[in-house]
């Protein structure tokens, strides 16, 4: 127990350093792992529960957020199949070379071997690419859900070979798992009678982590049980508000994964050595999704970002190789040598991704050439027509915005959002919506507004940063009308006011104001 507690300080000490660099704090973690083990520690019970649990969680959120017929796009299906085609197909003949050069390592590797650690290195971590959408808000952007859609099809694939590797087949009972389609009127009057407090939450975690269980008890890899029961309740009104409700639980849960992956073995200099040359190759994986996204008529903007988000190494890969170290197929220290390919793929990844949108705006010139004429509806010009007041956000405060702002300009109000349910929701209501990202800089190309038509842009996101370099990039790009934007705290507001906002709002202060106006309104001003 005494080092649980020391791990988890040491992990939000480095964790905090990392943050203060400008890197995801999950970077500090996995640093903690491997120092803990060089100190002599070892990976505990309490540790890789928290590590599984995190897991569970982490894919009953993406479930939560996820609508199946998304996965059907070939954006996603083709895209996610090619590639992990094409890369066990180059890196197994990367191997197969440097074995014919006469490095050791790779000189008395059979075939079979060689296949098996291509194949996972294949993957793209799920942890990492939902962290970094997560902090950046960019989970509903166009890039953010084929990212998340290509690595569901990546955990279906690596959930079938654990199957078959493994030799677990399901029993009679798994059978019994398909009253789960009947039984989703139920979950979901559940999840509606739950409220919105710790009810919520306690019936989150018992269905995922209950849930789960039952699976594995079925002779089903729990992760995917977890990710099928997620999606049963995506469709319900209160499924984001449950995936926000266990966001800090998941969070927790899997600095216990993090540090699993630097306690799972010992370093050595050969090993760092091959670690560092398998993350050379992570620029190969990069160029491949670029290429096959802009196949797949999608900008050169919206497949490099994508490609961005899934340049790295697997957690799904490290336990692909640690069912082979199991079965005797492949020595233990592939398992250290891609844990170290991992962590440094996650350390040089996070500032790329951070920088993401600088590094596209410095090269779109000249990636241009890669983008096909035709594309897919979400990539193509939008002629909105005449709009003086635009509203990015059309969540609850976007939408009461849009209803008071209507009142007085009428039907020159357009509303953008970057959820394409959202957008279908509140076009149902009779609401000018349409969908776009308020950070995609693209956006203003393929808008056709008018050099004097906008007057006047409301940034009513609720991620504080996607408000900032939403303000950041209309100013770059000359816009003069009214700027105004939403935050949170107070340190918000001066960081949009020095990036160019005209009038930024803290929401809960403005919220309180206005019920004390409200109350004036009806109760007060009436006597």
């Given at each position: 127990m005494l080092f649980d507690i020391i791990a988890i300080g040491v992990s939000f000490v480095l964790g905090f350093l990392a943050r203060q660099l400008g890197l995801p704090p999950l970077v500090g973690y996995l640093v903690a792992g491997f120092g803990l083990y060089a100190a002599g520690g070892q990976l505990t019970v309490t540790l890789e529960e928290f590590s599984n649990m995190g897991i569970t969680l982490l894919l009953f959120t993406i479930g939560l957020k996820l609508r199946p017929a998304s996965l059907?796009?070939?954006?996603?299906?083709?895209v996610a199949a090619l590639h992990m085609l094409i890369t066990v197909i180059a890196i197994s003949a990367i191997f197969l070379l440097l074995g014919i050069l006469g490095l050791s390592r790779f000189t008395e590797m059979e075939p079979g071997v060689i296949a098996l650690i291509a194949f996972a290195l294949s993957y793209s971590s799920t942890v990492?690419?939902?962290?970094?959408?997560?902090?950046?808000?960019?989970?509903?952007?166009?890039?953010?859900?084929?990212?998340?859609?290509?690595?569901i099809i990546q955990d279906i694939i690596a959930v079938l070979f654990l199957a078959v590797s493994t030799g677990k087949v399901p029993s009679i009972w798994a059978l019994g798992l398909l009253a789960?389609?009947?039984?989703?009127?139920?979950?979901?009057?559940?999840?509606?009678?739950?409220g919105?407090?710790?009810?919520?939450?306690?019936?989150?975690?018992?269905?995922?982590?209950?849930?789960?269980?039952?699976?594995?008890?079925?002779?089903?890899?729990?992760d995917m049980g977890a990710l099928i029961l997620g999606m049963l309740l995506a469709s319900h009104t209160q499924?984001?508000?449950?995936?926000?409700?266990?966001?800090?639980?998941?969070?927790?849960?899997?600095?216990?994964?993090?540090?699993?992956?630097?306690?799972?073995?010992?370093?050595?200099?050969?090993?760092?050595?091959?670690?560092?040359?398998?993350?050379?190759?992570?620029?190969?994986?990069?160029?491949?999704?670029?290429?096959?996204?802009?196949?797949?008529?999608?900008?050169?903007?919206?497949?490099?970002?994508?490609?961005?988000?899934?340049?790295n190494y697997s957690e799904f890969g490290l336990i692909v190789v640690a069912v082979g170290v199991s079965n005797s197929w492949i020595s233990q220290q592939w398992l250290i040598i891609l844990a170290i390919a991992l962590s440094l793929s996650f350390i040089l990844a996070a500032p790329l991704n951070s920088a993401s949108h600088k590094i596209y705006l410095k090269f779109r010139?000249?990636?241009?050439?890669?983008?096909?004429?035709?594309?897919?509806?979400?990539?193509?010009?939008?002629?909105?027509?005449?709009?003086?007041?635009?509203?990015?956000?059309?969540g609850r405060v976007g939408s009461s915005v849009y209803d008071?702002?209507?009142?007085h300009v009428g039907k020159e109000v357009l509303g953008v959002d970057a959820d394409s349910t959202t957008v279908e929701r509140q076009v149902a209501l009779s609401r000018n919506v349409i969908h776009g990202s308020a950070t995609d800089p693209d956006f203003w190309e393929r808008i056709d507004l008018g050099s004097d038509h906008v007057k006047m842009i409301l940034l009513a996101m609720p991620n504080y940063h996607e408000n900032l370099f939403a303000a950041q990039q209309l100013k770059s790009l000359g816009y003069t009308g009214m700027l105004a934007a939403i935050a949170k705290y107070p340190d918000e507001i001066k960081a949009l006011e020095q990036a160019g906002v005209d009038a930024a709002y803290n929401l809960y202060a403005e919220a309180g104001a206005g019920f004390a106006d409200h109350v004036f309104e009806r109760l007060i001003h009436k006597k």
């Open positions: 059907l796009l070939p954006q996603i299906w083709g990492f690419a939902v962290k970094v959408l997560e902090e950046k808000g960019e989970m509903y952007s166009l890039f953010g859900r084929l990212s998340i859609g290509i690595l789960l389609i009947p039984l989703r009127p139920v979950l979901q009057q559940l999840l509606e009678r739950s919105h407090g710790e009810l919520q939450v306690l019936f989150g975690l018992t269905l995922a982590l209950g849930g789960a269980e039952v699976f594995e008890l079925a002779g089903v890899k729990g499924a984001s508000q449950l995936a926000r409700q266990l966001l800090g639980f998941k969070d927790i849960f899997l600095v216990g994964f993090f540090l699993s992956i630097g306690l799972s073995g010992p370093l050595d200099w050969e090993s760092v050595g091959l670690g560092i040359m398998l993350v050379v190759l992570v620029p190969l994986k990069l160029m491949l999704f670029f290429i096959l996204f802009s196949r797949f008529k999608l900008r050169v903007r919206t497949s490099m970002l994508t490609g961005f988000s899934l340049a010139t000249r990636l241009s050439r890669f983008e096909r004429k035709d594309r897919i509806i979400e990539e193509q010009a939008i002629a909105p027509g005449k709009t003086e007041t635009m509203i990015f956000g059309m008071e702002i209507s009142e």
